[in-house]
């Protein structure tokens, strides 16, 4: 299993803030996801933000490989917050899937939709899912949500990960370098618009970048797995090279938080991320979808932190 950890080392000290920070200074660490992917620049900036706005409070972001090695250190209790797709948290929050026992986690908010990109580039033959049989196909890093997502897109078109693809198991960057390396044919990543990989990708010389239609699947994996995934597309000209909308199935991302974090922390917390939007805009354009009207999204599905709960009632959202 690759590091879960490969750039920021955790500050000493760390714990879960059970109780109230007045009464002095309390570190967390917020678990991000890969350097080249959305979650850290955006985890980041969360922990900045949060070390200056919020009193008695010091926030350290670290790398990770993504949503289940995220929630994996929120049950070993090495993280307070984490960002997270919904289809993972859920099956921690319910110790399904690959988790061998619940993770307790709630939510606080929900932040983004998290958009699946099937990357190829022209000369692979592959112009359609079913072109996927038989190639070299990275299905996203061992503990990331990817994974998750990227086995439910092939199961909906009858397509087998372990015998159907020449299966890797690469983070956004990896594959990306791959695939201008001519040793991988096509990629699976679950992200925000733009994701830094599959933009360097497009814009390399030589290369026809290809975003893979797959919509279809959506119907199939909300049947199964519930109201997690819905229709979208990625915009044409989002990505270097991309003539035309891309048809694909997206997932909400939420930002979590340990049950036992206090709820006057997690309050704060949800409160300066909503008064301090525009400093993480900056950071990233995908938190301009750092909204209201989507805290009521099937997105959440993990319960609410108590904190947030309260947070969001004052500002009369009505949550599940």
Same mark, same amino acid.
């Given at each position: 299993? %690759?590091?879960?950890?490969?750039?920021?080392?955790?500050?000493?000290?760390?714990?879960?803030?059970?109780?109230?920070?007045? %009464?002095?200074?309390?570190?967390?660490?917020?678990?991000? /996801?890969?350097?080249?992917?959305?979650?850290?620049?955006?985890?980041?900036?969360?922990?900045?933000?949060?070390?200056?706005?919020?009193?008695?409070?010091?926030?350290?972001? /670290?790398?990770?490989?993504?949503? =289940?090695?995220?929630?994996?250190? =929120?049950?070993?209790?090495?993280?307070?917050?984490?960002?997270?797709?919904?289809?993972?948290?859920?099956?921690?929050?319910?110790?399904?899937?690959?988790?061998?026992?619940?993770?307790?986690?709630?939510?606080?908010?929900?932040?983004?939709?998290?958009?699946?990109?099937?990357?190829?580039?022209?000369?692979?033959?592959?112009?359609?899912?079913?072109?996927?049989?038989?190639?070299?196909?990275?299905?996203?890093?061992?503990?990331?949500?990817?994974?998750?997502?990227?086995?439910?897109?092939?199961?909906?078109? /009858?397509?087998?990960?372990?015998?159907?693809?020449?299966?890797?198991?690469?983070?956004?960057?990896?594959?990306?370098?791959?695939?201008?390396?001519?040793?991988?044919?096509?990629?699976?990543?679950?992200?925000?618009?733009?994701?830094?990989?599959?933009?360097?990708?497009?814009?390399?010389?030589?290369?026809?970048?290809?975003?893979?239609?797959?919509?279809?699947?959506?119907?199939?994996?909300?049947?199964?797995?519930?109201?997690?995934?819905?229709?979208?597309?990625?915009?044409?000209?989002?990505?270097?090279?991309?003539?035309?909308?891309? %048809?694909?199935?997206?997932?909400?991302?939420?930002?979590?938080?340990?049950?036992?974090?206090?709820?006057?922390?997690?309050?704060?917390?949800?409160?300066?991320?909503?008064?301090?939007?525009?400093?993480?805009?900056?950071?990233?354009?995908?938190?301009?979808?750092?909204?209201?009207?989507?805290?009521?999204?099937?997105?959440?599905?993990?319960?609410?932190?108590? /904190?947030?709960?309260?947070?969001?009632?004052?500002?009369?959202?009505?949550?599940?």
């Amino acid at each position: 299993m %690759q590091s879960l950890f490969r750039v920021f080392a955790v500050a000493a000290g760390i714990l879960c803030a059970t109780s109230s920070y007045a %009464q002095g200074k309390v570190n967390i660490f917020v678990a991000s /996801g890969p350097t080249s992917g959305v979650y850290y620049p955006l985890g980041g900036g969360l922990a900045d933000v949060l070390t200056k706005f919020v009193p008695n409070l010091n926030a350290t972001a /670290g790398t990770t490989d993504g949503s =289940m090695a995220n929630l994996l250190l =929120m049950g070993q209790g090495k993280a307070d917050v984490a960002f997270s797709m919904a289809d993972a948290s859920w099956d921690a929050y319910k110790g399904q899937g690959k988790f061998q026992k619940p993770v307790n986690v709630r939510a606080l908010m929900v932040l983004y939709p998290n958009r699946m990109h099937i990357v190829t580039v022209e000369g692979t033959g592959i112009t359609k899912m079913a072109d996927l049989k038989g190639k070299r196909v990275s299905t996203g890093a061992p503990n990331s949500a990817t994974q998750i997502m990227a086995f439910r897109v092939l199961e909906a078109y /009858g397509l087998d990960p372990e015998k159907d693809i020449i299966r890797e198991r690469l983070d956004p960057g990896k594959s990306a370098e791959a695939i201008k390396d001519r040793k991988l044919d096509a990629f699976f990543w679950v992200g925000g618009v733009p994701t830094p990989a599959v933009t360097d990708l497009g814009a390399t010389p030589g290369l026809k970048l290809k975003l893979i239609d797959h919509s279809d699947a959506t119907d199939a994996m909300v049947k199964k797995y519930g109201p997690l995934y819905v229709k979208d597309n990625i915009p044409a000209k989002a990505y270097p090279g991309q003539d035309s909308a891309n %048809q694909i199935a997206t997932v909400w991302n939420v930002l979590l938080a340990d049950e036992k974090m206090s709820d006057q922390l997690a309050y704060d917390i949800v409160k300066t991320v909503f008064e301090r939007k525009e400093d993480l805009i900056r950071v990233h354009a995908e938190a301009r979808n750092f909204d209201y009207k989507y805290q009521t999204q099937g997105a959440a599905v993990i319960p609410f932190h108590p /904190g947030a709960r309260k947070y969001f009632t004052e500002k009369g959202v009505k949550l599940n």
